[in-house]
């Protein structure tokens, strides 16, 4: 008997390539631009989530380095210990402000928020609700919480109402994307926020993909919505998209706040992340609410390219967000296409089961205050080139 570890994996990875559904990583050779080289070749790139350009932006490069000669790189330690530099704090007090919040607290990444938060704020006797195109960390979350885990039907309102009628649980948690990682469309969460008020559950809304995109100032769904701390108690953003930097946070009341200091385990047990880093965000921040051009370019773009893609006849989801997919049905096919657009010079990944429900694969086309109009007429042109020839 073969117990290697090998021989013991290797029938997995063999399952996987069978059903096209074999992940790669690409060598990425220069900035997250439009214009990049990964693999050593030059592509047009449709999949970044660096949705306004900010990546790359010359003042928070230069705020980062300054950052970084009065730092050094490493924090050093977590926050609770003495890693929670005079930048962390300054930054947390902005975001706070900025989304109408008594306070916010940064976590290093966006799956660490969601979870430290999820799992510190329900367990055992409690229940969870989420929309079942949650995205992977708060789907994760609520299965590890210890709380009764629920999947409701995605944006359905009445499943969701039902299920909350029937529950006896202590404490009722409502979890949703504010606008969805794979399909582009917003929750409807005025209509969420008074459900969860009529059942006595909190509502908690990540905004990974709205922050920095819609409401006046880029305070996404929230801002967008007009949702108070009291209809929307729990809000996390992250910071690796729209901010272009890294990171994420979660804004809310002081006892929700200190609540995540005292117990939310990765918030605790981790080291807080450069402090160079939240200075590049404090400038990020700056940027983002003081020039609207960038949102109101990308919404542009948005329009563009689904009046074309229209044209060409290509299915398109409901979506007024930079994630603009296109279904194309199973895994082989949405390779296809993607690897057709490789050859023209356009990169777009193709997006497949666990991800996405089966039979749904999908090109995941994002879009970018980056993009100007005429790459996206390019990545059309293309498109309407594939399309001829696969339907041929
Ligand atoms: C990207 C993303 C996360 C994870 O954030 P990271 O900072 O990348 O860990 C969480 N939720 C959603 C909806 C996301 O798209």
Not at 55 to 75: D, M, T, Y
Not at 277 to 282: G, K, L, P, Q, S
Request: net charge negative; glycine share 8%.
């Amino acid at each position: 008997m073969d117990n290697s570890l090998e021989h013991i994996l290797a029938p997995a990875l063999s399952e996987r390539r069978a059903a096209h559904r074999y992940r790669h990583r690409r060598v990425l050779e220069t900035p997250q631009l439009p214009e990049l080289v990964v693999d050593g070749k030059s592509y047009q790139a449709f999949c970044s989530n660096d949705y306004l350009g900010l990546a790359n932006h010359p003042a928070v490069i230069k705020r980062l380095q300054s950052a970084a000669e009065h730092f050094g790189v490493g924090s050093g330690a977590s926050h609770l210990v003495n890693g929670h530099s005079s930048e962390h704090h300054a930054l947390e007090e902005e975001l706070a402000a900025f989304c109408g919040r008594e306070r916010a607290l940064l976590f290093s990444t966006g799956y660490m928020a969601n979870f430290g938060a999820i799992t510190a704020l329900v367990g055992q006797g409690d229940a969870v609700f989420e929309d079942r195109l949650n995205h992977a960390s708060l789907l994760d979350a609520g299965l590890l919480s210890s709380a009764r885990f629920q999947r409701f039907l995605h944006n359905d309102l009445d499943n969701l109402q039902t299920r909350l009628e029937k529950t006896e649980a202590a404490r009722k948690l409502i979890v949703v994307d504010g606008v969805f990682s794979m399909d582009g469309d917003f929750a409807p969460l005025p209509q969420l926020a008074q459900l969860a008020q009529q059942h006595n559950a909190w509502l908690m809304v990540d905004d990974a993909h709205g922050f920095g995109c819609f409401g006046q100032r880029g305070g996404g769904t929230a801002e967008h919505f007009g949702l108070t701390q009291a209809q929307l108690p729990i809000l996390m953003g992250t910071l690796g998209k729209a901010f272009g930097t890294f990171g994420a946070f979660i804004a809310g009341s002081e006892v929700l706040i200190e609540t995540l200091i005292q117990f939310a385990r990765p918030y605790i047990y981790t080291t807080a992340m450069p402090p160079a880093v939240a200075a590049a965000t404090r400038t990020s921040l700056q940027l983002l609410q003081q020039e609207s051009w960038r949102r109101e370019h990308l919404q542009q773009l948005i329009v563009h390219f689904r009046r074309g893609a229209a044209e060409i006849g290509l299915q398109l989801l409901y979506s007024a967000s930079p994630i603009q997919p296109i279904i194309l049905g199973d895994e082989a096919r949405a390779l296809a296409f993607s690897e057709e657009l490789a050859a023209r010079g356009f990169l777009v990944i193709a997006i497949r089961p666990p991800t996405v429900p089966v039979g749904s694969s999908r090109l995941r086309v994002t879009l970018s205050a980056a993009h100007s109009v005429a790459q996206v007429d390019a990545l059309l042109n293309a498109l309407t080139d594939i399309n001829n020839k696969v339907r041929a």
